[in-house]
């Protein structure tokens, strides 16, 4: 495995649904990022993490949960979404902040 | 308005030399990127540029800075249909550590 991956790639889930999305980098970086992109939106940043703390919560409403347990791996979990949280979920990381993102290939997340 | 302006759309024929434009309104933008997302991928960085350029060119790619006007541009030159992407710019200034991402542009490359 190279590089960063993300699973699931595709989730579709009810309002009252709990999923997580999970994220992991092989590269031996030390920061991890969730961003959100919607259609026609600028991308947006959720949340950031260095060195497995938080530096980093964009506003992001409490029905998104992040959870850092190691360098390599980043979650996010979803309860009681709303059909407004359809998006592509793309996890990034990088080598020290700032540093160069690498993108995982994104979580399509759609909620019904 | 947007911190970095993007147009969505931009449709080329294969051959063609295609510019894609971005503006940014962060006067101490000090770091301007350009990422490419293929369908069904994440972003990809493409190039980058320093504040204290004003060009940079990398094979067919070309990447020019008017910082005055805080206008960035990405002109491909000889474009491919392998070239067909999303393109997103975005800019960082020196007190940040994250990129701020525009919308991004579809390019289409047509034969």
């Known amino acids: 495995e190279t590089g960063v991956t993300q699973t699931p790639r595709h989730l579709v889930m009810g309002m009252t649904n709990k999923k997580s999305l999970k994220c992991e980098q092989h590269l031996g970086h030390n920061a991890m990022y969730w961003y959100k992109q919607s259609a026609k939106k600028p991308l947006e940043l959720m949340f950031v993490y260095s060195l497995e703390e938080r530096v980093e919560n964009n506003s992001v409403p409490s029905r998104f949960s992040p959870e850092c347990p190691n360098s390599s791996h980043l979650f996010l979990h979803l309860h009681t979404l709303q059909p407004e949280d359809s998006a592509l979920y793309l996890c990034a990381s990088s080598q020290d902040l700032p540093g160069e993102l690498f993108f995982g290939e994104g979580s399509r997340l759609t909620v019904l | 308005g947007e911190d970095v302006e993007q147009s969505l759309f931009l449709s080329v024929r294969e051959g063609d030399s295609s510019v894609i434009n971005c503006t940014y309104t962060?006067?101490?933008?000090?770091?301007l990127y350009w990422y490419k997302q293929e369908p069904g991928a994440g972003l990809q960085l493409l190039t980058y540029?320093?504040?204290?350029?004003d060009m940079k060119q990398d094979q067919r790619l070309t990447v020019l800075l008017n910082k005055k006007d805080k206008h960035l541009s990405l002109r491909i030159a000889d474009t491919q249909t392998g070239d067909s992407a999303i393109y997103f710019c975005a800019e960082r200034s020196g007190g940040s550590y994250i990129p701020t991402f525009g919308r991004g542009t579809s390019l289409i490359v047509h034969p």
């Open positions: 962060d006067s101490s933008s000090t770091y």
């Open positions: 540029i320093f504040s204290n350029m």
